[in-house]
């Protein structure tokens, strides 16, 4: 299941980077930063008596960093792609 969200997060990039490119604009990246893993351990007992028994759950987050050296309206044109649940993207504008 980790691999599915894994593959989705790099279609997203593929497509931003491909549309970046038709717009002939300057892209660098994506560039992965490191996966951090969220570890939560519970208690499978909800009165606490009996063995002890734990769940183990754990959420992977994965970044990509793309830099587009273009204007607002053409970044608005491209990151406006059908987006899969679970995969985010933040948009920065930096002054320069």
């Not at 909800?46 to 008596?49: A, D, F, T």
């Given at each position: 299941r980790q691999?599915?969200?894994r593959v989705h997060g790099e279609?997203?990039?593929n497509e931003l980077v491909s549309g970046a490119k038709k717009h002939k604009?300057?892209?660098k990246g994506p560039v992965r930063f490191p996966t951090k893993t969220l570890r939560i351990?519970?208690?499978k007992s909800?009165?606490?008596?009996g063995t002890n028994t734990w769940d183990r759950y754990q959420m992977r987050i994965h970044k990509r960093l793309i830099d587009l050296h273009?204007?607002?309206e053409t970044v608005k044109q491209i990151t406006s792609i059908n987006i899969e649940?679970?995969?985010?993207?933040e948009?920065?504008?930096a002054d320069v």
């Open positions: 691999y599915q969200r279609k997203v990039c604009l300057r892209v351990t519970t208690r909800p009165c606490g008596e273009s204007p607002s649940p679970g995969v985010e993207v948009v920065t504008v």
